[in-house]
């Protein structure tokens, strides 16, 4: 059940009503597997668990920042009275994504393997919506500007989703020895390269080069690989010379509408936002409606649907307010603190999941890289994933 709701993260996507209850297929398969668990008695969560290799893991740590962000977003609710639109998203973005990830930990103390299992569960998802992408490209089914996003609402959400997966493809690509496995990597690397390619969303692309960076410096910095630095180094240069003259050109191009113009005129929309409702925010998922109701303030509006802000942290400030703020921001601290344990544990890992928070910061500056099913859940797998390998025993 782990490896399939992982593998159908996209799945959120088909979405059901009954009267006012509404859920999607990836929140139906989580609580599939939620009764499935809990009435396993003997693989019930306790408070400390016994980790595979002898120690004991406290699940203490993160109640500060987990409670912060949960008591700002059930006050920003009943601040701004969104009830039905704002636990249904607190069910959908942090309850089921949390709940999914606890009974992850729980299942890690009985299977090693899950983690390497659970991270090509993942890396094959991307696969698979990448083979789509490439039909719908042949096919021509993409934007008015030739970008790709399939079952998305934009490219830049479905390049939110491909990039983690091509981080992990890129990883086990080169940690791989046996050639047929390695065969298999590269074609589905190239495939999932392709389809966040294809995407166009170049914010997606610098956050995937910075995350990059960190990691082919980490990996090769203290080793004899110079030649694979400079290498990399040549090719990022040319990368982002390539990307920014790209960039120009469809800015200029396009002149007052373009994505970066619709960007800032959005980041001012929700500057104002946060100016009037500094501590409460405005309420989970509630950003359409007010982003609308702001619009007298900044005519023309050059983007009518911006169901988030385009940035992460203003978007935890806003939905959760000062408090939901504060607590991502402790959650951030100790994963970093965190990380340089599960580097020292298993450097090809930690180095991993630090390149995917990176990218997930990196790319949040421009994009809201959280507040939606599928990306929610990659979140607090990493944070769970990192956690794991920081108790690890060194080997």
Do not use: C
Request: hydrophobic residues 55%; glycine residues 6%; positive net charge.
């Amino acid at each position: 059940m782990i490896f399939s709701i992982l593998f159908l993260l996209p799945a959120y996507l088909i979405k059901i009503k009954f009267g006012w209850v509404s859920f999607n297929i990836l929140e139906l398969l989580i609580a599939i597997l939620f009764l499935i668990w809990i009435f396993n008695k003997e693989k019930k969560y306790p408070p400390t668990g016994d980790h595979p290799q002898g120690d004991k893991i406290p699940n203490t740590k993160y109640i500060l920042p987990v409670s912060l962000i949960f008591i700002g977003l059930i006050v920003s609710v009943l601040a701004n009275k969104n009830y039905y639109v704002g636990l249904g998203a607190i069910k959908g973005w942090f309850i089921v994504p949390i709940v999914f990830v606890i009974i992850f930990f729980d299942a890690l103390k009985y299977d090693e393997g899950l983690l390497k299992k659970s991270l090509l569960a993942m890396f094959f998802s991307g696969t698979a919506i990448s083979i789509v992408g490439v039909v719908y490209k042949f096919l021509g089914v993409v934007t008015f500007d030739d970008r790709l996003k399939i079952f998305w609402d934009s490219p830049n959400q479905l390049a939110m989703f491909l990039a983690v997966p091509f981080l992990i493809g890129l990883f086990f690509t080169l940690q791989e020895r046996e050639a047929r496995t390695k065969r298999l990597y590269i074609l589905s690397l190239t495939l999932v390269g392709l389809g966040l390619y294809f995407t166009y969303s170049y914010g997606a692309w610098l956050a995937v080069a910075v995350a990059l960076s960190v990691i082919i410096w980490l990996k090769y910095s203290k080793k004899d690989h110079k030649k694979y630095l400079a290498i990399f180094a040549i090719l990022l240069v040319a990368f982002l010379a390539w990307a920014s003259l790209n960039k120009y050109k469809s800015i200029e191009s396009l002149g007052a509408r373009s994505s970066l113009a619709s960007r800032v005129t959005i980041w001012k929309s929700a500057g104002l936002m946060v100016e009037k409702n500094p501590l409460f925010g405005i309420g989970p998922g509630n950003f359409q409606e007010k982003y609308l109701e702001y619009q007298k303030y900044f005519p023309p509006y050059l983007e009518w649907s911006a169901p988030q802000p385009h940035n992460i942290f203003l978007a935890f400030w806003l939905e959760s307010g000062l408090l939901g703020l504060a607590g991502f921001v402790i959650l951030l601290f100790y994963f970093f603190q965190d990380n340089k344990k599960a580097i020292a544990n298993n450097r090809g890992v930690g180095i991993l999941l630090l390149g995917i928070m990176i990218y997930i910061l990196a790319h949040g500056l421009v994009d809201t890289t959280y507040w939606r099913n599928d990306l929610a859940i990659l979140f607090w797998m990493i944070i769970a994933m990192n956690f794991y390998v920081s108790k690890e025993k060194s080997n």
